[in-house]
């Protein structure tokens, strides 16, 4: 195919982040967006002083001058480009961040610390009205540029996909607060899809895992910079043929036709796919929820059913090749935290014994307990084939559970998409989450200014005090 026949998808999008404006945008979108704010930030109070987030900050402290721009919850402040990594990988530490149902991407943990850096690194007053509206770019961008590549598709290739679609997101959220050109936009996001990339085997107990999104977050910021210093970037990087975005990591693609391109901008200002961003009830995977609601169903319907192990044959967990793939695997003792959050069979086991899965379910003390390893032995995933022929049925899982008295009769129930995907989460249960997730983190007069601050966004305040108040030493995570 010559370059001339390609739909012009870059320029479309690039001329969309420059035009867009807050009175464009109908108010359900621009409320979300704050409320995925706050639920971002609620993650990052929470991952700021965890074991690898301190490793991780204490290593980048050493190689990084100071600057201005803050390291939240550690009292330091570093120059833009460190500032949007360690940020990030707080957002990301706990596997408690939001995600996009079908483009799999954590926007929090991208567009958020890239603003935040960049508004500090600026000479000129930033109000609360143009960071809202940058971040609602981001938040939109990053799951469009992933449905060019099927979504979830890559994410069962190896590639870590929001590492993947994250820098463009970053680059255009940074882009719009710079108030650049259509060009430079494009010259950005050329500049930071260059740089994407990340791999999925880092889910199996690293730290740098809770890492990649940074390097996404940083490497955008990086390109906007560097455009908005007139450096040129990859012009229609979406859609070139032979070493663009779509066409490369397009290549191996498992589905038919390989690539969507079109959808990047397919419906873009129309259908908003920050309304399908999806904020996490449980403190695991993505993928392991379908797996979680399963065990909640089975213990409504069936109070007693997990009261005995012993009577416990087997529980089979059919997935989504993409499910499967990231989470139908069981971890080995000892374990970390990361891999434990990553395995569906281990939070099942959470489910079960505690009937619950959040934070206090991945402390170190609770990994070593013998009644949950005991479970997750009788736990087993599968593949199932149908649950791949389209984007709902992606979300798909079916646990079935069997007996050691042959008499006994098995039980099976299906769940069509976890609690937080259908339904979302209330704007009023994210909320709770954050209230929740901080209430003893951080000071509550802190916290209320915090809720206070996000909540306004898009009244013309400054944006000064947020930053000062995030920037304050928070506490250690209880049990780590």
Known sequence: MRDQQVPPITAELCE???????????????????????DGLACAIVGSHLPWSETGTKAVLSMESTGPCSVWGWDK????????????SFIQ??????????????????????????????????TDSQFLLA???????GPRVGLGL???????????????????????AASKLLKLSIEKIEDAIGIACTQAGGLMSAQYGSMVKRMQHGFAARNGLFAALMASQDYTGIKKVLEIPYGGFVSTFGNGGTREPSTTPHRITED????????????????????????????????????????DLEAVDEIIVEMSLPAFKKG???????????????????????????????????VPVSLERDEIWKWVDKIRCTHNSEFDKEKKTMWFQRMTVTFRDAAKEKLEV??????????????????????????????????????????????????????????RQTRRLAGF
Not at 94 to 107: A, C, G, K, N, R
Not at 150 to 171: E, N, Q
């Open 16 to 38: 969309w982040v420059y035009s867009l404006q807050l009175s464009d945008i109908p108010e359900e979108v621009i409320t979300r967006t704050k409320y995925l704010i706050l």
């Open 150 to 172: 099927w979504g979830g598709d890559i994410l069962s290739r190896g590639w870590h996909s929001g590492a993947v679609f994250g820098p463009a997101a970053a680059a255009a």
């Open 268 to 307: 873009l200002g129309k259908n908003w796919e920050i309304l399908n961003i999806n904020v996490k009830p449980y403190a695991s995977m993505a993928a392991t929820h379908g797996t979680i609601d399963c065990v909640r169903r089975l213990q409504d319907h069936y109070p007693d059913v997990f009261n």
């Open 93 to 126: 530490s706990f596997e408690l961040d939001d995600f996009h149902s079908e483009s799999p991407i954590h926007s929090s943990s991208v567009v958020l610390p890239a603003l935040c850096a960049l508004s500090q690194h600026l000479k000129s007053e930033i």
């Open 328 to 362: 139908g695997w069981a971890p080995k003792r000892p374990v970390e935290s990361t891999s434990a959050q990553m395995s569906a069979p281990y939070a099942a086991a959470c489910q079960i014994v505690d009937r619950s899965v959040l934070v206090q379910q991945f």
């Open 135 to 141: 971040a609602l770019v981001g938040y939109e961008v």
């Open 414 to 471: 299906f769940v069509p998409a976890p609690r937080g995907v259908k339904p979302l989460l209330t704007n009023k249960e994210i909320l709770e989450k954050w209230r929740m997730l901080t209430q003893d983190m951080i000071d509550g007069k802190v916290k209320d200014r915090i809720e206070r601050s996000v909540l306004s966004l898009g009244s013309g305040g400054e944006l000064g005090e947020l930053f000062e108040v995030l920037s």
């Open 77 to 88: 402040k570093v120059g833009p480009l460190p500032a949007a990594l360690l940020n990030s």
